[in-house]
């Protein structure tokens, strides 16, 4: 039973254009969220996170939207650049540090076209 | 400030053989977390270390076991190796801290022949 999903293993943008990620989850325990990137032939790096007790983060061209009523969080990336184009992944995590530590969706694969 | 390490990078082995992974975090670092990263299964929880002591277990069988060192170090040993745990092996670690991001190190990737 997966539990955070990323029902789109990959997506194409334009240079320029807004990058739209999605995850939803199931577990309503998890009120800590994360979004990791991961280039070919490295660990996962850390982008943005957000606590359940807000609905947005952002930092640079990086936004994290978080809707607890849907199970949905979304990141946004804008304006999107050729460097951006990796494996994104949604992490979740609850309060006080799960005994299943972070649980990921299974990714999705950003391509920026010039 | 160096990041996480792992040693090797690469690892061939055959079944039924046993293998060992070692993973050097952040310094000031106290926690390391180890996961499995499978196609099918992407990335799951395998256990997490702090201060030598094993605070958190995933889903996986006994032949998954690991340890730290007072130095904060992480080693992570599979035993009787099967087919299935080709993968690839991250450790990432924090101070150990609730709710705190953890940082990954590149992977150690395994190939069971």
């Given amino acids: ?114 | 400030k160096a990041g996480v390490t792992q040693t090797p990078r690469y690892l061939i082995k055959t079944r039924g053989q046993q293998v060992t992974l070692s993973c050097s975090p952040i310094s000031g670092h106290r926690s390391v977390s180890w996961y499995q990263q499978t196609p099918g299964q992407g990335l799951q929880f395998l256990f997490e270390y702090f201060s030598e002591t094993q605070r958190n277990k995933g889903n996986f069988p006994g032949r998954f076991s690991g340890r730290q060192f007072s130095n904060s170090r992480s080693e992570m040993n599979v035993s009787t190796l099967e087919l299935g745990d080709s993968a690839l092996y991250l450790c990432a670690s924090t101070t150990g801290r609730v709710d705190e991001t953890q940082y990954f190190g590149p992977g150690t990737r395994l190939l069971v022949l």
Avoid at chain 1, 25 to 54: C, H, Q, R, V
Avoid at chain 1, 84 to 113: E, M, N
Wanted: charged share 20%.
């Fill in chain 1, 1 to 114: 039973d997966q539990q955070v999903k990323q029902n789109s293993p990959s997506l194409s943008v334009q240079e320029g254009r807004i990058s739209i990620l999605n995850c939803d989850y199931t577990n309503s325990m998890f009120d800590y969220f994360l979004w990791y990137k991961k280039y070919p032939a490295e660990g996962p790096t850390f982008l943005i996170s957000i606590s359940s007790i807000k609905d947005k983060n952002e930092d640079g061209r990086f936004t994290v939207f978080l809707n607890k009523s849907a199970k949905h969080l979304s990141l946004h990336i804008v304006p999107s650049q050729p460097g951006d184009s990796a494996v994104y992944f949604c992490a979740a995590d609850r309060s006080g540090g799960g005994a299943d530590g972070l649980t990921f969706g299974k990714g999705t694969h950003l391509i920026i076209q010039p």
